[in-house]
């Protein structure tokens, strides 16, 4: 079975640019959860998506945004990127079983802001 | 917000010698415990997991106890082989009271580990 597939996985934006990652699930998972990765803050949730519907958010302002789709398939969003955006964005697929999520991670994106 | 305290934030460890990493966590009665290891380049990969109502569990070299007393868990990577040479974070899904989680991970800070030939 195949893994968890971030698109793309480098990129190289400038200050005030908007960036859109791509994130592909292990095939049968239906929910999705974005993470930033930085020297700094380490490992933060960014949201989780389930069956089209953002069911938990973390503490990032609006800039972030994401959504997924019925294939549930899942996009981030970052709008007037900042340097401090600049991380490695994961991507992580589950099949919730009732009382504990097995998250599988993507290999991420590198983002670097100009 | 629920926090875990990694520690320490790097190991130096001889091969064959056993490496130890502790997490500690706030007081909750629903958590689910996965443990991540992480290669330059790469994702975390699920290393191995437990869930409170568990002291123990072993899965080869890889071990997590753990000491709800405390507030602490450790894992414990006997017989340490080069090829562990990685980064290694414990986490805590937040699960409710009807067991959903809502695949939201909170990692500790992570530890990295260094095996020498």
């Known amino acids: 079975k195949a893994g968890v597939t971030q698109t793309p996985r480098y990129l190289i934006k400038t200050r005030g640019q908007q960036v859109t990652l791509s994130c592909s699930p292990i095939?049968?998972?239906?929910?999705v959860s974005w993470y930033q990765q930085t020297p700094g803050q380490g490992l933060q949730f960014l949201f989780e998506y389930f069956s089209e519907t953002q069911r938990n958010k973390g503490n990032f302002p609006g800039r972030f945004s994401g959504r997924q789709f019925s294939n549930s398939r899942s996009e981030m969003n970052v709008s007037t990127l900042e340097l401090g955006d600049s991380a490695l964005y994961l991507c992580?697929?589950?099949?919730?079983?009732?009382?504990?999520?097995?998250?599988?991670f993507g290999p991420g994106t590198r983002l670097t802001v100009l | 917000q629920q926090q875990v305290k990694q520690s320490p934030q790097s190991l130096i460890v001889q091969k064959g010698g056993i490496s130890i990493i502790n997490c500690a966590y706030e007081n909750t009665a629903f958590d689910y415990f996965p443990w991540y290891q992480q290669f330059p380049g790469k994702g975390p990969a699920l290393l191995i997991a437990?869930?409170?109502?568990?002291s123990e569990k072993k899965e080869g070299r890889f071990t997590i106890s753990f000491n709800k007393s405390a507030k602490q868990f450790s894992l414990h990577i006997m017989d340490s082989q080069p090829g562990d040479s990685a980064t290694y974070f414990c986490?805590?899904?937040?699960?409710?009271?009807?067991?959903?989680?809502?695949?939201?991970?909170?990692f500790g800070q992570g530890t990295i580990l260094t095996v020498h030939p």
């Open positions: 986490a805590r899904s937040l699960i409710n009271a009807g067991g959903t989680s809502y695949g939201k991970l909170t």
């Open positions: 437990i869930r409170p109502d568990v």
């Open positions: 992580a697929s589950s099949l919730p079983q009732g009382n504990a999520d097995t998250q599988y």
């Open positions: 095939s049968g998972h239906r929910s």
